[in-house]
């Protein structure tokens, strides 16, 4: 079950029927170096949370009141910057000794409920088991900056013609949910046969692509297959407890199995060798070129790679270090949206590289001595090690 304060932010997201979903960045702490540090919040859904429309060439503010983790308050301001070359909003002014915009948040989800016209109830949560419970309980999934949660309805970009044929025709014959595999050929085969660019586009891209639109068909699947089930007469308070869990648990099961689907996808279409969950010293996500190699005493330590694939990894990464104890130069492939630098220069210490979609870089602090690769420039060293023509 959901610790208790993940329960009371759903609680409060659906009794108040909104809620923003934003994982925090080095740029929101200040540690950027850019502008005055504060939560970033997404412009095209301002009246979810100010009174003060975006305007060009002027600043506006708005106090407000908000409650953190149920047992903090900070008298609080919503600013929308419009001067020069700014165009966005950010939450500011939280006092002194404020825990939650620190470095080491970095990476914590921040989820923002309004609950009257200038207050608000606010959560960070910084455990990757927090962080997948509340999106699954919600039926957000940050894969973009921001996430958001309407009630009933979660607003998501229109989806093209004919992606969305293709969807609806896997749905309709559904009667059951199908194994996740399913839903990712399907996602790639609407993305194949309706994006005639697709192929070319970088493996970053793909991934991004890939994951956003799967997710979008997963959720068709189950507004269908679950109805019924949401809508049914309950037994008793553990009938229903019951099936959220199922719900939530199919949710997260998918989110993780998705990612390793569309990554073994990337490989394969790249001409990368590779097995997957393979036991050698336990049983990595990704090892390339295979067992074979692994098991031959005279194939060269550095032609050997092990991936592990983590839809979050800011308390998971460490499960890298006991597989595949012959490979020294571990990877986490992530598209997790930042990390602190703390735990970077920990990775850095202990020989994990980070690869994540290159989109998502600017999420994460610089650390030295730490290059997160992008998804394509892992392809890229991997193929020049094991000397493969391009």
Request: glycine share 6%.
């Given at each position: 079950?959901p610790?208790?304060?993940?329960?009371?932010?759903?609680?409060?997201?659906?009794?108040?029927?909104?809620?923003?979903?934003?994982?925090?960045?080095?740029?929101?702490?200040?540690?950027?170096?850019?502008?005055?540090?504060?939560?970033?919040?997404p412009?095209?859904?301002?009246?979810?949370?100010?009174?003060?429309?975006?305007?060009?060439?002027?600043?506006?503010?708005?106090?407000?009141?908000?409650?953190?983790?149920?047992?903090?308050?900070?008298?609080s301001?919503?600013?929308w910057?419009?001067?020069?070359?700014?165009?966005?909003?950010r939450?500011?002014?939280?006092?002194?000794?404020?825990?939650?915009?620190?470095?080491?948040?970095?990476?914590?989800?921040?989820?923002?409920?309004?609950?009257?016209?200038?207050?608000?109830?606010?959560?960070?949560f910084?455990?990757?088991?927090?962080?997948?419970?509340?999106?699954?309980?919600?039926?957000?999934?940050?894969?973009?900056?921001?996430?958001?949660f309407t009630?009933?309805?979660?607003?998501?970009?229109?989806?093209?013609?004919?992606?969305?044929?293709?969807?609806?025709?896997?749905?309709?014959?559904?009667?059951?949910?199908?194994?996740?595999?399913?839903?990712?050929?399907?996602?790639?085969?609407?993305?194949?046969?309706?994006?005639?660019?697709?192929?070319?586009?970088?493996?970053?891209i793909?991934?991004?692509?890939?994951?956003?639109?799967?997710?979008?068909?997963?959720?068709?699947?189950?507004?269908?297959?679950?109805?019924?089930?949401?809508?049914?007469?309950?037994?008793?308070?553990?009938?229903?407890?019951?099936?959220?869990?199922?719900?939530?648990?199919?949710?997260?099961?998918?989110?993780?199995?998705?990612?390793?689907?569309h990554?073994?996808?990337?490989?394969?279409?790249?001409?990368?060798?590779?097995?997957?969950?393979?036991?050698?010293?336990?049983?990595?996500?990704?090892?390339?070129?295979?067992?074979?190699?692994?098991?031959?005493?005279?194939?060269?330590?550095?032609?050997?790679?092990?991936?592990?694939?983590?839809?979050?990894?800011?308390?998971?990464?460490?499960?890298?270090?006991?597989?595949?104890?012959?490979?020294?130069?571990?990877?986490?492939?992530?598209?997790?949206?930042?990390?602190?630098?703390?735990?970077?220069?920990?990775?850095?210490?202990?020989?994990?590289?980070?690869?994540?979609?290159?989109?998502?870089?600017?999420?994460?602090?610089?650390?030295?001595?730490?290059?997160?690769?992008?998804?394509?420039?892992?392809?890229?060293?991997?193929?020049?090690?094991?000397?493969?023509?391009?």
């Amino acid at each position: 079950m959901p610790a208790p304060l993940v329960e009371q932010a759903v609680i409060d997201a659906w009794d108040h029927g909104n809620a923003i979903l934003k994982y925090i960045s080095p740029n929101d702490t200040g540690k950027t170096g850019g502008h005055q540090c504060g939560f970033y919040l997404p412009k095209h859904s301002w009246r979810m949370f100010t009174i003060n429309p975006p305007k060009k060439g002027k600043n506006a503010e708005q106090m407000v009141e908000v409650l953190w983790q149920g047992d903090l308050t900070t008298q609080s301001c919503i600013k929308w910057y419009g001067v020069g070359t700014r165009s966005e909003y950010r939450i500011t002014r939280f006092g002194r000794d404020f825990p939650f915009l620190t470095e080491d948040n970095v990476g914590d989800l921040f989820v923002l409920i309004r609950t009257g016209e200038s207050t608000f109830k606010a959560f960070v949560f910084d455990h990757a088991a927090d962080i997948e419970d509340i999106q699954a309980s919600l039926g957000v999934e940050v894969t973009g900056t921001v996430g958001i949660f309407t009630g009933v309805r979660r607003t998501e970009e229109t989806e093209d013609d004919c992606i969305n044929k293709h969807f609806r025709v896997f749905v309709e014959k559904l009667r059951a949910f199908p194994d996740t595999s399913s839903f990712s050929n399907t996602a790639l085969k609407a993305l194949l046969d309706c994006m005639p660019r697709f192929g070319s586009l970088s493996p970053d891209i793909r991934l991004m692509a890939l994951i956003e639109n799967e997710y979008s068909l997963f959720r068709m699947a189950e507004r269908l297959l679950c109805q019924d089930e949401i809508f049914r007469q309950y037994r008793s308070v553990d009938d229903f407890l019951s099936t959220a869990s199922r719900i939530m648990n199919r949710r997260k099961s998918r989110a993780g199995r998705s990612l390793e689907n569309h990554v073994g996808y990337i490989l394969r279409d790249t001409k990368v060798p590779f097995q997957a969950r393979v036991t050698v010293d336990g049983v990595p996500d990704i090892l390339i070129p295979g067992k074979e190699a692994y098991l031959d005493k005279d194939w060269p330590l550095d032609r050997l790679f092990t991936v592990g694939v983590k839809t979050t990894c800011k308390d998971r990464w460490r499960q890298v270090l006991n597989e595949a104890k012959r490979v020294p130069k571990k990877h986490i492939l992530t598209i997790q949206h930042g990390i602190s630098a703390k735990q970077l220069m920990e990775m850095r210490d202990s020989g994990v590289s980070l690869v994540v979609p290159k989109a998502l870089h600017s999420l994460y602090p610089a650390v030295p001595g730490m290059q997160i690769l992008s998804i394509g420039g892992f392809i890229t060293t991997v193929r020049r090690s094991l000397a493969l023509a391009s």
